[in-house]
């Protein structure tokens, strides 16, 4: 879990509490690390497309390994076989285990029937990243789309998952969503059996500005 | 008396086999163990019944051999444990707590950066894990 944690200092090594520890990762040791994973791949690629692409194959393991991680911690002895169970876990355990909190919303897109999104107001990885005018639409959290497309995968979901800027009246720096579009075979199989149980009360639906 | 293990990828391909005994008949384990896996999908495709058992990743006993028995167990990546047994009178819990550590094992080799998902699992640690497991299985004794 990544968070702003301030390390406390013991005067004497041996009065350090032998526990677990809180498990996190200082927020600018990751920072600083994701900068020169951006940087290096800046100067092997000559388009955006390109970068984006490797951002996303790099979040594409870590996806993997957190899914299997995930799922022999939380989840005991269940699977996820139905649509509708895996994406809030993607939601809120995936995401509280990264970055420390539940995504902000999730909500199924309007215009096609496997579309949906993840809105995050700042997305952690991009807290410290100015994108500069001319890279366009470039979004860092290609990272983190990589992450959900490795989880979703993985799991037996085959999904494109892209991140985009969605801008917000009245708030100056834009929000970001991921986009999560399932491949057309899942349409047949689990998610058709999953009609039925379809409840939406457990998140919020907000219309997407 | 654990014969083997294996870890089989959600392709069907093999990740990770290792035999315990020492007169061993390999190439009758390896194919104990690919019969398995057909027990494995058939399992997973026709939920016997519906309800609690839906999502389990404990599969229990797949089929048993005139001397084997083979319990299966299946995790959210579709990637598929066996562990064929010899012993006649093994309890469930057992075996649950057995796939549980085996899980644990396997994940922290997958969590490795240097592993290619797909591939042959080779790390030492790994094998010396699964090993240590292997020679702890047994029934519980109780006091």
């Known amino acids: 879990m990544i968070s702003v944690g301030k390390i406390k200092q013991y005067a004497n090594v041996l009065e350090k509490p032998v526990s677990r520890g809180r498990q996190e990762v200082s927020l600018s040791a ?42 022999h911690r939380e989840k005991g002895n269940r699977r996820e076989t139905r649509l509708l169970g895996i994406l809030p876990f993607v939601h809120s355990t995936v995401w509280k285990v990264l970055f420390g909190k539940a995504a902000d919303s999730l909500e199924k897109g309007t215009e096609h029937e496997d579309e949906y999104m993840i809105s995050e107001k700042e997305l952690l990885v991009n807290r410290f990243i100015s994108i500069p005018k001319d890279m366009g639409a470039f979004n860092c959290g290609a990272f983190v789309a990589g992450i959900v497309k490795g989880v979703l995968d993985n799991a037996g979901f085959p999904a494109v998952v892209t991140a985009h800027f969605v801008p917000m009246e009245g708030q100056q720096r834009p929000r ?34 | 008396m654990i014969m083997c293990v294996a870890v089989v990828g959600h392709q069907n391909n093999p990740l990770y086999l290792q035999s315990f005994t020492e007169a061993d008949d390999a190439l009758k384990l390896h194919h104990i163990v690919h019969c398995s896996l057909d027990v494995v999908d058939e399992r ?15 599969l229990g006993m797949l089929y048993p051999t005139e001397n084997y028995k083979v319990y299966g167990y299946l995790t959210n990546t579709k990637v598929k444990f066996l562990m064929v047994t010899t012993d006649l009178d093994v309890k469930d819990a057992d075996v649950r707590s057995f796939f549980r550590r085996f899980h644990a094992a396997y994940v922290d080799a ?34």
């Not at chain 2, 058992?53 to 404990?58: A, D, G, H, K, S």
């Not at chain 2, 490795?112 to 010396?128: C, D, L, M, Q, R």
């Open chain 1, 30 to 71: 990751f920072a600083f690390l994701f900068s020169e994973l951006v940087q290096y791949n800046q100067t092997q690629v000559d388009n955006i497309a390109e970068l984006e692409r490797r951002l996303e194959d790099a979040g594409y393991a870590v996806g993997a390994r957190v899914l299997e991680l995930l799922c």
């Open chain 2, 44 to 58: 997973v495709n026709n939920p016997k019944k519906s309800g609690p058992t839906l999502n389990e990743t404990f």
């Open chain 1, 176 to 209: 970001t969503t991921i986009l999560i579009k399932f491949a057309e075979e899942l349409s047949n199989k689990i998610y058709r059996l999953s009609q039925k149980t379809f409840d939406f009360s457990s998140f919020v639906p907000e219309p997407v500005v």
């Open chain 2, 110 to 143: 997958v969590s490795n950066p240097f592993h290619v998902p797909g591939k042959k699992i080779t790390s030492n640690a790994f094998a010396e894990r699964v090993s240590g497991i292997v020679k702890s299985f047994g029934p519980v004794t109780t006091g």
